[in-house]
């Protein structure tokens, strides 16, 4: 039987390579499988707020040429001429409704970002903002990359970065913590205070950010990238618990970073990959990576990867 295993094993490798899907700036994405296709969601650019893709088959994406996804009016704590929308995510609550967690830039005190959550019945949108931000910490550099999680209990959260780094000055490295925030079943309404789960340490540079939750068999996987955006450091990693509040314990090498510059992909080598982000089925996972391969000046595109998660471990597939 060898003779028919070694080709299927050669197909197995050659999908091992994450596939670049966009070509175009598309930072930060999040995905979503819905009734009517695969959604992707990213921080402003092609000159909307939130763009948004599409695609049936998780490998053949397409913009949504002129759609913005949350096009405002803002709540008050935004400040609308300069919103600076980052990194949504996207989520169907069990009323069928749609909920979009995104960061936005304050237009109070120091104007750091805030994470607010937007609904509508469509996945498409327009998203209507709730009127209050779920989450500022103003004061440790605003709070940005929200991603949300619905547990196997049912039990809503949103995992987000404190953007301690934003108010880096004269060497000081600032905390980075990634914030786990319980919310109520409208996934919108906060309960409880927020609790810690990770932060950065030597190794990641000056930051961690960019979280997405997955639980596996009874583990959670926290995915972060680590390192500057703009820089060809940057990376995906992730961290294990088996409680959701933690400890959460960072993969060490060989099994993280899970993506660096310099790793295989069908059009060349990955330049700066990160803002990765699951499909809830925890079988594949979409993140940027510089467009060139080289730089962030040309822009960040859409890469997708098939994985595999199981055994404290994700694999690319
Ligand atoms: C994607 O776009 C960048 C920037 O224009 C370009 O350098 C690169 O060659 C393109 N990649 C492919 C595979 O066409």
């Known amino acids: 039987m060898q003779h028919v295993l070694i080709p299927l094993l050669a197909v197995g490798y050659a999908m091992a390579e994450p596939i670049q899907v966009l070509n175009l700036s598309f930072p930060d994405p999040a995905v979503i499988q ?157 309960d409880g205070d927020p609790v810690q789960i990770l932060d950065r340490d030597d190794a990641d540079g000056p930051l961690v950010e960019a979280p997405s939750l997955l639980k596996v068999d009874g583990t959670y996987y926290l995915s972060f990238s680590s390192n500057m955006y703009n820089t060809l450091a940057y990376d995906v990693s992730f961290a294990t618990a088996s409680s959701i509040t933690g400890p959460y314990t960072k993969a060490q090498d060989p099994d993280a970073p899970l993506l660096v510059s310099g790793d295989g992909s069908d059009v060349g080598p990955l330049g700066g990959p990160g803002g990765a982000d699951f499909l809830d089925d925890g079988t594949k996972m979409v993140f940027h990576a510089f467009r060139d391969g080289q730089s962030i000046d040309s822009g960040r595109g859409m890469w997708v990867v098939d994985i595999s998660v199981g055994d404290g471990k994700i694999t690319l597939q």
């Not at 092609?46 to 994406?61: C, G, I, K, L, M």
């Not at 949350?70 to 009323?95: C, E, F, K, N, T």
């Open 34 to 190: 819905t009734d009517q296709g695969y959604y992707a969601f990213a921080t402003q650019s092609n000159n909307v707020r939130v763009p948004v893709a599409r695609s049936d088959d998780f490998t053949s994406w397409t913009l949504l040429e002129g759609t913005d996804a949350l096009p405002g009016p803002y709540p008050w704590w935004v400040q609308s001429d300069d919103a600076q929308v980052w990194a949504p995510d996207v989520i169907q609550r069990d009323d069928g409704r749609y909920v979009m967690y995104y960061c936005a830039r304050s237009g109070q005190g120091t104007h750091r970002h805030c994470v607010g959550a937007a609904t509508s019945s469509s996945i498409e949108g327009p998203y209507t903002p709730e009127e209050d931000a779920i989450a500022c910490h103003s004061d440790e550099g605003g709070s940005i990359d929200p991603s949300g999680f619905l547990d196997e209990d049912g039990t809503r959260y949103v995992v987000y970065k404190i953007d301690g780094n934003s108010i880096n000055s004269g060497g000081t490295r600032h905390p980075t913590p990634i914030m786990l925030q319980k919310l109520g079943s409208d996934a919108v309404t906060p």
